[in-house]
């Protein structure tokens, strides 16, 4: 707040030239040559000059019938997609870089591009990767129970296509790299703005052909990733290879219009799905077909095929769901890779499903919340294992419907919706989303989606220094969610000290035990889970000390107020530290060192899960296709709840988001492939007033599978916005019978489909009246 | 390159810069007198956090050409000071008015410029006043309830002097 911060951007090296990036203008084209001016040779790199230094990284997966293509560092022979980097510029500013960067020559043969769904997959297609029989990443299908049985049974089936459009994943702060090779010491520094430090640096090793010792990466303070960073990107490779080969560090800051084409984005779902319910409203079986537009390439470590893998997951939702078959097609296209993005998969999960309960109820005349309370896991069945084998571990999913209904004042909206005259231009609905969000899973859980790096583990280091007090160092990149807070926390249960007697260090490598990052809601649960096991050994051997320093035994002490308190009297850490470190033959019989390293590994591999029910309130404009929010509450359960105030903080940043998701966000394409929405002026973000104040109730139900009973809960909020609005724009318009099947809801989306719904009812009237005649 | 002198006086000291004609006040700020509070979020006017005081008006340092400032006063966060700053900070902090920290320093001057104006506003006015500021972490609930209440604490601080100032007479 005094503008003191430090991130990429802010960094001062002696020497320091910042680089400019040529990319691709075209979606689909043959590189037929490059060409760059006499005296600019020395300040460009192409991807002919830095293949010796640099190999690209293939983000390949298990899955049966996987085809992997490798993401290059600089396109060779294809460019696949607009803003894929061609080549580089180096100068002392970056004004100055773009101007070499702008003599480049690009010569380039247009290819047809292959850009929606259904181009994707037409037989005549042309071909993303040449070698390829088609377009497709990878296929998953499976089945649990008899959904055929299920159909023959059913009272009611519905049938719906659900899209959730490109979104970008737009961290305020870009993606940014400073790479420096200190010839003294023969150490690589890569500063990144990256969730993930500890995986960059092992990739970037690999892909220079590097000894991981050699290379160090820092991540500094960060504006946000929310995704985007993390996963390995070219420019971490590139500048790190170009920074072995000139005597200068090198720096390249994403500036917005890139941001919108070369960092990772998201969605890109089509999902049609069919649920088969009885009279009474019990959801007998679902049948959904995956489509997920995954864009040029997959990413390393997500691949292609997590988003669909993951929404086919979980589509069967909080829900007591026996019969479920699935197909998913990864599909590749002449668009920017996709990576993750709050929520993984989950808002595009969660927006079918619930849209579907929604129809189910509307179709049997019931409320909807009723049909989701009465399809949902029930808190005696916990732990609950999934139609997809995910262990529910705990709650009450139905619980928080009821009070979500209770904090929206469902009934009194129901009765300023009916008080409405028929002939009002402006409506009111109502609608739910609820979800479960897979926090913190371990390794077996992402090898069951076939990633090859099977992340699931996280370390934490804790030592008490001469002076009593303490620093945790850990593996996750902590950017924005109050992590240090959180996690000093922590420490400060096991010890009872002040908070402001922790130091926590994270982002560094060469400072911290190794660790996977900052992602899947995981940090509070895997650095927490780390933390607590490092407290907790380093807590024991305190207390040691401690006994020997009050010749008293062990068992009499205890941690309290700053000190070991024993029986007769007590010793300060301060102290006892001091004794210890300065003078350990004070200290007989108690081995060296004070600071314990501990790795956490989650017990059950499909991770803790936090849910939450969310009800928005919705004005809907006839005239214009407007929807306007009325109000928002969201009653969730993350578990034993470690602060407030940052719990709340999540939730609303995602809710915020997930409103985005809903009303806002999209990166449109033209036939061409060229996206139209680079710039902040046609890719909209909520601002204040996109923002309704919103009701948070907790429910706190602590997982029996974590340390202190935590699950994650920093994705949640994001999740199930797109399902709870859409839902409320459908009631607001049910007099219509108006489907709201894509997001985000524009204007223009909502009164189209107003029309096209009123023409189909002014025609069915029309066919009841001839009818009766 | 076309080079140009600024004369500008920037939190109370006077600066004279030779830079491109080109060069923008963000960039001039940032790279040469090395103020790296105000932030790029997207070059375009958009986001808001780049915004500095010019004469004491909120501006768009990346749209603000350094050669149009020639004689000006600016304040960029580094030296926003006084009651209405610090009250506004400690709004900040205890409202949860940030995450990250990267819009931060843009959404204190938008704040600090209307909290100075003391006019009240309703909640609703203030999410208007403040939606030329984009924040992607918090959602603005807690940002909305910062300046709100700084606004109040204003115009009641500013009540509470008159009033003894008043008693005094």
């Not at chain 1, 560092?73 to 080549?87: F, H, Q, S, T």
């Not at chain 1, 089936?157 to 200190?182: C, D, K, M, S």
């Not at chain 1, 060192?593 to 849910?611: D, I, W």
């Not at chain 2, 972490?137 to 606004?151: H, K, P, Q, R």
């Amino acid at each position: 707040m005094a503008g003191r911060g430090y991130f990429v951007a802010d960094i001062q090296l002696p020497g320091l030239r910042e680089v400019a990036f040529v990319r691709s203008q075209v979606a689909h084209g043959r590189i037929r040559g490059i060409s760059v001016p006499q005296t600019d040779r020395e300040a460009v790199w192409t991807a002919a000059r830095l293949g010796p230094f640099a190999e690209p990284l293939t983000a390949t997966s298990t899955l049966e019938g996987f085809r992997a293509a490798a993401l290059p560092n600089l396109a060779e022979d294809k460019v696949r997609y607009v803003g894929e980097p061609v080549a580089l510029a180096i100068a002392g500013t970056r004004a100055e870089a773009e101007d070499v960067a702008a003599r480049v020559g690009v010569d380039l043969e247009p290819l047809p591009a292959v850009v929606d769904f259904a181009a994707a997959l037409a037989p005549d297609a042309p071909k993303v990767h040449d070698d390829w029989p088609d377009n497709i990443f990878a296929t998953t299908a499976g089945e649990v129970g008899e959904v055929d049985a299920a159909a023959r049974e059913a009272d009611v089936t519905v049938t719906r296509e659900y899209t959730l459009h490109r979104q970008a994943v737009v961290p305020l702060e870009t993606r940014g790299v400073i790479a420096h090779y200190n010839r003294s010491t023969g150490e690589l520094v890569v500063w990144s703005s990256t969730q993930t430090p500890h995986m960059i640096r092992d990739m970037i090793a690999l892909q220079l052909g590097m000894e991981a010792r050699s290379v160090r990466v820092i991540a500094t303070d960060m504006g946000g990733g929310f995704g985007a960073k993390c996963s390995v990107y070219p420019e971490e490779i590139t500048l790190a290879a170009i920074a072995t080969q000139v005597d200068h560090p090198v720096r390249w800051v994403e500036d917005r219009s890139e941001a919108q084409v070369a960092s990772t984005q998201a969605r890109d779902h089509r999902h049609r799905i069919t649920a088969y319910a009885a009279a009474d409203g019990t959801l007998l079986g679902v049948e959904a077909d995956i489509l997920v537009n995954s864009g040029a390439y997959s990413v390393h470590p997500w691949t292609a095929t997590m988003d669909a893998t993951m929404a086919s997951a979980m589509i069967p939702g909080p829900y007591r769901l026996h019969n479920y078959r699935f197909r998913t097609r990864s599909l590749a296209s002449n668009k920017t890779p996709s990576g993750p993005y709050r929520g993984v998969a989950r808002p595009a999960a969660a927006f079918s499903i619930e849209r579907t309960i929604d129809e189910l109820a509307h179709e049997l005349g019931m409320e909807p919340y009723e049909v989701r309370i009465k399809n949902m896991v029930r808190s005696e069945e916990m732990p609950y294992v999934s139609a997809a084998n995910k262990v529910y571990d705990s709650g009450d999913y139905p619980e928080a419907v009821r009070r979500a209904t209770a904090l929206i004042e469902h009934d009194a909206w129901r009765k300023r919706q009916r008080a409405l005259p028929a002939s009002a231009r402006r409506r009111i609905g109502i609608g739910y989303g609820s979800f479960t969000e897979q926090t913190a899973h371990g390794c077996l859980e992402w090898a069951a989606r076939g990633l090859a790096v099977t992340i699931g583990t996280e370390g934490a280091r804790l030592a008490m220094d001469a002076t009593g007090s303490f620093t945790l160092s850990v593996g996750i990149k902590t950017h924005g969610q109050g992590s240090e807070t959180t996690l000093a926390q922590v420490v400060s249960e096991v010890f009872d000290v002040d908070l402001d007697h922790v130091t926590v260090s994270h982002g560094d490598t060469a400072m911290t035990p190794r660790g996977d990052g900052t992602f899947a809601s995981r940090t509070m649960v895997m650095a927490g889970g780390a933390t607590h096991g490092a407290a907790l050994a380093l807590a024991e051997k305190v207390k040691r000390i401690g006994a020997v320093l009050l010749d008293e035994p062990v068992d009499n002490t205890v941690l309290r107020d700053h000190a070991v308190v024993g029986k007769k009297d007590s010793v300060t850490y301060a102290r006892l530290a001091k004794e210890f470190l300065f003078t350990p033959d004070h200290v007989p019989g108690v081995e060296a060192g004070l600071e314990v390293t501990h790795y956490y590994r989650p017990e059950v591999q499909t991770g803790a899960f936090t849910y939450a029910t969310q009800v928005a309130v919705v004005e809907v404009d006839l005239d214009t296709g407007a929807v306007k929010l009325l109000d928002y509450a969201a009653v969730e359960d993350c578990g034993t709840v470690v602060n407030p105030r940052i719990v709340d903080g999540q939730i609303i940043g995602g809710i915020a988001q997930g409103i985005g998701n809903a009303l806002l966000e999209e990166i449109v394409h033209d036939a061409d492939g060229q996206p139209k929405s680079t710039s902040f002026l046609d890719y909209l973000l909520p601002g204040a007033t996109e923002v309704p104040h919103i009701k948070i109730e907790h429910m706190a139900t602590p997982s029996p599978h974590t340390a202190f009973g935590v699950k994650g809960a920093g994705e949640g909020g994001a999740i199930p916005p797109p399902a709870a609005i859409a839902n409320a724009v459908r009631d607001a318009l049910r007099e219509y019978g108006t489907q709201v099947n894509e997001t985000p809801m524009t204007p223009e989306r909502v009164w189209t489909a107003l029309q096209l719904s009123a023409t189909t009812a002014e025609a069915s009237n029309q066919a009841t009246r001839e009818a009766t005649r | 390159m076309n080079e140009i002198t600024v004369r500008m006086k920037v939190n109370g000291r006077a600066h004279t810069a030779r830079t491109a004609g080109r060069t923008t006040l963000a960039d001039l700020l940032r790279d040469q007198l090395g103020l790296t509070g105000l932030h790029l979020g997207c070059e375009q006017g958009v986001c808001g956090a780049c915004t500095v005081m010019v004469d004491g008006l909120p501006m768009r340092a990346c749209l603000t050409l350094a050669g149009a400032c020639e004689g000006s006063d600016v304040v960029t966060i580094e030296g926003l000071e006084g009651p209405d700053a610090d009250r506004l900070r400690d709004a900040f902090s205890r409202h949860g008015a940030l995450q990250c920290g990267f819009c931060t320093p843009g959404m204190l001057l938008s704040g600090h410029h209307l909290v100075c104006a003391r006019q009240p506003l309703d909640r609703e006015e203030v999410s208007v006043a403040m939606s030329g500021n984009i924040c992607r972490c918090t959602g603005y609930n807690g940002i909305v309830s910062a300046v709100g209440e700084a606004l109040e604490r204003g115009i009641a601080a500013e009540e509470a002097a008159t009033a003894t100032w008043n008693d005094e007479e």
